[in-house]
């Protein structure tokens, strides 16, 4: 499946930011769908995933009750809404696929998705 991000920029402290991801070129709800950012100069993180069904989600820690993660089967959409951001949000933000993610421990290992957008900045500042 191939993955275009959008909806990055600059926004300030305690803004709001939505990022959407489109999917094409295979069945978009046979893919569990997630989130990473990478910091300059930092290893990927894991940010949120959501199961085929959305039915499902996960959140790092350092996101959960500021940023909500949801995914529309009928337009092959995955959006992150991400509310009250921090400094410490910045970074590039990914959108990931893979048939095969199932549950937490699989979610937030990078290496294990298999499908990568080219990736969409935010950039939080003080």
């Known amino acids: 499946v191939q993955l275009v991000e959008s909806g990055g920029g600059l926004v300030q402290i305690g803004d709001s930011l939505r990022l959407s991801c489109q999917a094409s070129?295979?069945?978009?709800?046979?893919?569990?769908m997630a989130w990473f950012r990478q910091a300059p100069g930092e290893e990927r993180d894991f940010v949120a995933a959501?199961?085929?069904?959305?039915?499902?989600?996960h959140y790092a820690d350092s996101v959960k009750g500021r940023f909500t993660i949801s995914r529309d089967n009928t337009k092959n959409t995955v959006t992150l809404q991400m509310n009250s951001l921090k400094v410490e949000d910045t970074g590039v933000y990914y959108c990931?696929?893979?048939?095969?993610?199932?549950?937490?421990?699989?979610?937030?290992?990078?290496?294990?998705?298999?499908?990568w957008g080219q990736g969409t900045q935010v950039t939080v500042s003080a």
């Open positions: 070129g295979s069945t978009f709800s046979n893919y569990a």
């Open positions: 990931v696929a893979d048939k095969n993610a199932n549950g937490r421990t699989y979610y937030v290992v990078s290496e294990r998705w298999s499908c």
């Open positions: 959501i199961n085929w069904s959305g039915l499902s989600t």
